[in-house]
């Protein structure tokens, strides 16, 4: 019994500098006894210097066997021409969520697609919603201008710009027409609209709500609309308009007291990397949440258990002298690295900081015009420069295979944003060894470290994942207020 709590001492998953608060394969802990944390005394600035590492222990889930799993795209009933096209991509095996969820869409479900970052999601809605287009050319006579058939809205114009190419070249060898519509010349758009046969349209949200309430594109003709990065898309940041935006488009499913003409409405995809717990309440004004079909896998709000993970207690002093040390170490190996912080100013600040220090390193963040993005983005992609410094705009849904090292300068602000900037590193397709490293500073910091760590030696997945970050940054400086305005009335 005590043998096989202790867990077995030759598989370390949680290595300490303290090695008594070592974690091992198969370890467990009494309920009635607290966990030991090597993290629970870094609220104490002596705890400067400390640091403990999560160990890769296990394989890339997005590919681990499962009998239901079908191992071939044609099995999952995607249409022939798509998977010859898959198959020039060179994309032969579907991952498991491609797996779960093609189906599913493929027979029209509304459908809720969550995994963990980089396991393939894109292509889990792409494929039918392309093959649904092609069938319904088959008999469709004619499509006036600027109404879609198929629509993709997305938060950002990065990520917008990614599905559209990979839609672009899968949907070409379909004489499919797909088009992308983001931000900047939009008044342009609105004042001499282009006007062309579109069937799929990729968007970020704030261009698209623009152009369809000008009437620049026709939603009338949609039957099929898929919210990626649907957390986000749904928090505070978003939902108001969004759920404007789709109550004017109905969704099959509905519910007839709501809409009449929901048995006509358009089919609804949700794709996320995390999913709050709140969910079918937020759903309720856009759907029926009953008739969404919820497909998920097994790790879902777990952390990547292929990605060793290290985390360094450090202070306002040697902040910096780590980071140069950790980039320094990547730049002399050639290894491209993504360091987040959590504004626009300290990415910057970075930047410009990495570059007098001999790393050539690009910038990446929402105070940038798109044009500079988008030119910093293909630098970085393309291995002009080997460092990417960016807040948490690069953090959801972009494709950044060739990353090796993800750092965390500024710790994220809540566990949704640790997720999906772990995902950046250790996705399908990667071709470089994968790690994490975070700086840990703040007091609010080191409260996210400990439940990682909890979490970890604990084998629970995430409680209560939330992306909904600026209701939490609300709370979290309401709070600081409240401790401000008491220590002022105890003075008093």
Known sequence: MQRSRMGNQKIPIITCRRTGFNHYWGQSYSKFAAVPLASKGWLHKKAAGDFFTINSHGSNPAFEDESDIEEDFASLGLDGDIVTQLHNMGIEKP?????????????????????????????????????????????????????????????????????HRVASQIGRSLGIKVKLITGGGTKQRMLSPPMSRVELLVASFGALSKLTTVGVYNMNHLTHITLDEADTLLDDSFNEQVTRFMTKHPIQGAGESQYPEALSGAQLTLVAATTPRDLTKILEPIVNPDSVVRVSTPYLNHLMRHVPQRFFRVNKNTKVEKLMELVKNDSKKGSPVIIFSNNSKTSDWLALLLNDNGVSCANLNGAMSSALRQKHYEAFMSGEVKALSCTDLTSRGLDTCKVSHVINYDFPNYIADYIHRCGRTGRVGGTSASLVTSLVHKPWEVELVQKIEYAVKKREEFHNVNANIKRILTTRHQREELKHLKALAHKG
Do not use: D
């Not at 292509?123 to 039918?128: H, V």
């Not at 469709?140 to 198929?150: A, D, K, R, V």
């Open 95 to 163: 991952t498991n969520i491609q797996s779960l969820a093609i189906p599913h869409v493929l027979e029209g479900k509304n459908t809720l697609i969550s995994a963990e970052t980089g396991n393939g999601k894109t292509l889990a809605f792409i494929g039918p919603m392309l093959q649904q287009i092609k069938e319904r050319n088959a008999v469709l006579s004619e499509l006036p201008m600027n109404s879609p058939l198929g629509l993709v809205i997305v938060p950002g114009k990065e990520l917008a710009a990614q599905i």
